[in-house]
């Protein structure tokens, strides 16, 4: 069973940066795509970042320019580095895996940006 599990999520002050962290139990090169997702309260989550099996990233445009994803084979990890945080970055946090079946997804992580 595919499980992924999220951590470094916290609270930071506007302009601040945090990175987050997602650990795979199998090799990430098994997925077509891993990303991260999030969703904040009364809103609908939304895909922020993402990058596939050939390592072609897509951002969404909120948070291009600031956000970075990226993988470590060797550890099965994916990152997320965010960086210029403003308060509308705040959310839960989801990493999620992708294949031709079915989709994984963690438990997510929170993120507050606040002064």
């Known amino acids: 069973q595919v499980h992924l599990v999220e951590s470094g999520g916290g609270s930071v002050q506007p302009g601040g940066s945090l990175r987050l962290s997602c650990a795979v139990s199998?090799?990430?090169?098994?997925?077509?795509?891993v990303g991260w997702s999030r969703q904040a309260p009364g809103k609908q989550r939304e895909l922020v970042a993402s990058?596939?099996?050939?390592?072609?990233?897509n951002y969404a445009d909120s948070v291009k320019g600031r956000f970075t994803i990226s993988r470590e084979a060797a550890t099965n990890t994916v990152y997320l580095q965010m960086d210029s945080l403003k308060p509308e970055d705040t959310a839960i946090y989801y990493c999620?895996?992708?294949?031709?079946?079915?989709?994984?997804w963690g438990q997510g992580t929170q993120v507050t940006v606040s002064s």
């Open positions: 199998e090799s990430i090169f098994n997925f077509n795509a």
């Open positions: 990058i596939n099996v050939g390592g072609s990233q």
């Open positions: 999620s895996g992708h294949m031709l079946s079915r989709s994984y």
